[in-house]
C-alpha cells in the first residue's frame, strides 16, 4: 500500500509540473505577442508624427533658425513717375564740343565741354522717364555743332522746349589759374522772344539750388545769346557752377554733384511743364512774340 501511493503522488508531481509547464509557456508566448503588438503601435504612431512634421515643415528652409522676415529686407516697388512730359518734345543742349572745349583749367585737364554732356547724359534718362522726347544736340564729345545750328536745329524738330547746359568762369587772371572768386549757378533767359522763358529760367533756378545748395546768382536776362535768342519755343540757358572756383570745380567733377544738378534741372522743367505746358495751359501763354 505505501509502494502504491508512493506511485501515484510521484505520478501527480510529474503531471502538476507538466501542466505547470504548459501555462508558463502559453504565458510567455502571451508576452511575447503583447510586446510585438505595443511596439508596432509606436512605431506606427512615430511614422505618422514625423509625416505630419515633414508635411508641416515642406515650405520651411532646410536648415537654421526661421526668423520673421525683415521689413527692411522687402523690395519696395519704385513709385511710377508722373508723366508730366508725355507728348512734348525737349531739345538738350550741352554746351561746346570737340574744338571748341569752353572753359576749363588745363592743368588739370578739366573742360566745360566735357562736363556738359556728362550732366545732360544724367538729365535724359529721368526727362525720358516723365514722358519727354529728348533730343541731343550733340551726343559725343569729339562733335562740333556751332551756336547757330544748335538754335536752328530745336526749330526744325518743332520742340516744345530748349535747355541749354553750360559752365562758368571768373574773368580774372586768378580765375583763369583756377583760383577765382566768383562762384554759384545762375540761368539765363531771352525776354524779348517769348512771355514765359523767364518762367521756365526761374523754375529751373529754383528747383537746381534747392537740389545742389550752392550758391545762388539768380535769373538773368540776355538778348544776345543765339542758342535761347533764336530759337522759337520757350528756352534756358543753365550755368551749373564756376570751373575758375576751386571748391567749385572739385564738386562740379564728381558724379554725386552732376547727379544734383541733373536732378534739379529736371524738377525745375516738370514744374513749368506742369504750369505752362499742360493741355489745361493757355496756348498763348506759350507762343513766341
Same mark, same amino acid.
Given at each position: 500500500?505505501?509502494? /502504491? ?21 502559453? =504565458? ?21 508624427? $514625423? ?15 526661421? /526668423? ?24 538738350? *543742349? ?11 583749367? $588745363? ?8 562736363? /556738359? ?16 522726347? !529728348?533730343?541731343? /544736340? ?10 547757330? *545750328? ?5 526749330? $526744325? ?9 553750360? =559752365? ?17 549757378? $545762375? ?6 522772344? *517769348? ?8 523754375? !529751373? ?24 535768342? *533764336? ?59
Amino acid at each position: 500500500m505505501a509502494g /502504491t501511493r508512493n506511485s501515484r503522488s510521484r505520478r501527480q508531481e510529474i503531471l502538476r509540473q507538466k501542466k505547470l509547464r504548459a501555462c508558463t509557456g502559453a =504565458l510567455a508566448v502571451l508576452l511575447v505577442c503583447l510586446v510585438i503588438a505595443i511596439s508596432s503601435t509606436l512605431n506606427a504612431e512615430q511614422t505618422e508624427a $514625423e509625416d505630419g512634421k515633414a508635411q508641416t515643415n515642406e515650405n520651411l528652409p532646410v536648415s537654421g533658425t526661421v /526668423t520673421p522676415e525683415d521689413p527692411a529686407e522687402r523690395e519696395t516697388p519704385a513709385e511710377p513717375v508722373e508723366q508730366v512730359g508725355q507728348g512734348l518734345t525737349l531739345v538738350l *543742349d550741352p554746351g561746346h564740343g570737340a574744338k571748341d572745349p569752353g572753359c576749363g583749367i $588745363e592743368a588739370e585737364n578739366v573742360w566745360e565741354a566735357d562736363l /556738359t554732356l556728362a550732366i545732360a547724359r544724367k538729365i535724359e534718362p529721368l526727362l525720358t522717364a516723365a514722358g519727354y522726347t !529728348v533730343i541731343y /544736340t550733340r551726343q559725343e564729345e569729339e562733335e562740333y555743332i556751332n551756336i547757330w *545750328d544748335r538754335a536752328a536745329f530745336a526749330n $526744325e524738330k518743332k520742340a516744345d522746349l530748349f535747355v541749354s547746359i553750360h =559752365l562758368n568762369s571768373d574773368g580774372t587772371a586768378e580765375g583763369e589759374n583756377g583760383d577765382g572768386i566768383a562762384e554759384g549757378i $545762375e540761368t539765363w533767359y531771352n525776354g524779348e522772344k *517769348d512771355k514765359v522763358s523767364v518762367k521756365l529760367a526761374e523754375a !529751373v533756378q529754383k528747383a537746381v539750388i534747392e537740389s545742389t545748395q550752392a550758391k545762388s546768382l539768380k535769373t538773368k536776362e540776355d538778348n544776345y545769346y543765339v542758342v535761347i535768342k *533764336d530759337s522759337t519755343m520757350p528756352a534756358c540757358l543753365v550755368e551749373c557752377g564756376f570751373l575758375t572756383h576751386k571748391e567749385e570745380r572739385a564738386r562740379l567733377v564728381t558724379d554725386e554733384y552732376q547727379q544734383k544738378l541733373a536732378d534739379g534741372i529736371v524738377a525745375g522743367i516738370k514744374e513749368f511743364t506742369k504750369e505752362y505746358l499742360t493741355k489745361d495751359a493757355g496756348s498763348d501763354d506759350v507762343s513766341a512774340g
